[in-house]
């Protein structure tokens, strides 16, 4: 076991050498994504996307960059050769996800970026790397919604672009008014305020703001969907999406899967869950 592992380690650093190789050369996909240098000893680097604004998961700090998909991403960079000092952090908003990707403003994204079908006719996925489900944040005092089938006449909000949103509109659009904006953050103020009475997306996300926010909202917990976290890349790149599948794969083996999950999202009540299966591939 542990002699495979190490050839395997090994194979990983030689191939994403070369795919970094090809990268940095004859790339003409513009924007400032992909690696430095190309001469010769420059100094690889990637360009990754992730979420600013979501507690636990990928922030934007005065300390720099937080979360477990940052940790997730830090893994999967160094497992290609690539320094976390050499890595540009990416905002990547849920509805821009696609176009980054397929813009070539980012290598890949790491961003609570669920695999979905209509997703994949556009860009491609390593992974999954985790299972969050979809829920319900409310204000502390809220008795009313207990789940899904209590949103009769309720203001939900969520952000334009995700599954969550999407997910609304398709099962729930009799019964609740969705307001769309552009992050989570943003709904945060409207729960805060009292214009919308819930958030609706991935408990993971849901749990982050909540512990970010003490005593002001409180998790329903009643999750109505399975969300499969992807890494995100672009469509045929396919020596990439096996280095991170196997970089994934690794992290999920040496334990810094588990010890990211308990540092990033502990505070907010997860304990590390036995490892997805990698279906992408
Ligand atoms: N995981 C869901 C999605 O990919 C919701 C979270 C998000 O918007 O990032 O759309």
Redesign the pocket.
């Known amino acids: 076991m542990r002699f495979s592992r190490v050839l395997r380690a090994g194979a990983i650093v030689a191939a994403a050498s070369l795919a970094l190789a090809a990268c940095g050369t004859g790339s003409d996909d513009g924007g400032d994504s992909g690696s430095g240098g190309g001469d010769g000893g420059g100094t690889e680097s990637l360009t990754i996307g992730i ?1 600013f604004d979501q507690p636990g998961l990928g922030q934007k700090t005065p300390n720099g960059y937080e979360g477990f998909d940052v940790d997730v991403a830090t893994y999967i960079a160094k497992e290609l050769g690539v320094d976390a000092a050499n890595i540009e952090w990416k905002e990547s908003p ?1 509805a821009e996800r696609e176009n980054l990707i397929k813009n070539g403003d980012v290598d890949f994204v790491v ?4 695999i979905t079908d209509e997703r994949k006719q556009e860009v491609d996925f390593a992974g999954p790397y985790f299972v ?1 489900h979809q829920d319900l944040l409310v204000r502390e005092a809220e008795t009313g919604i207990t789940g899904p089938d209590s949103l009769n006449g309720k203001k939900l909000c969520s ?1 334009t ?4 949103a999407q997910r609304v509109k398709d099962e729930f659009a009799e019964q609740a008014q969705l307001q769309e904006y552009g992050g989570y953050s943003e709904c945060v103020s409207g729960l805060e305020s009292g214009a919308v009475d819930a958030i609706t ?2 408990n993971t ?1 849901l749990a982050g703001l909540a512990a970010a926010n003490e005593g002001k909202f409180k998790l329903v917990g009643e999750g109505f969907s399975d ?1 499969n ?1 992807g890494v995100g890349l672009k469509k045929g790149e396919t020596q990439m999406r096996d280095d991170i599948n196997a970089a994934i794969q690794k992290m999920f083996d040496d334990g810094a899967w588990a010890a990211a999950i308990e540092k990033n999202l502990g505070p907010a009540g997860f304990e590390a869950p036995e490892p997805p299966e990698i279906t992408e591939k």
């Open positions: 979420k849920s961003a609570t970026y669920s969050a952000v672009g995700s599954t969550s997306t991935d996300i969300e976290y």
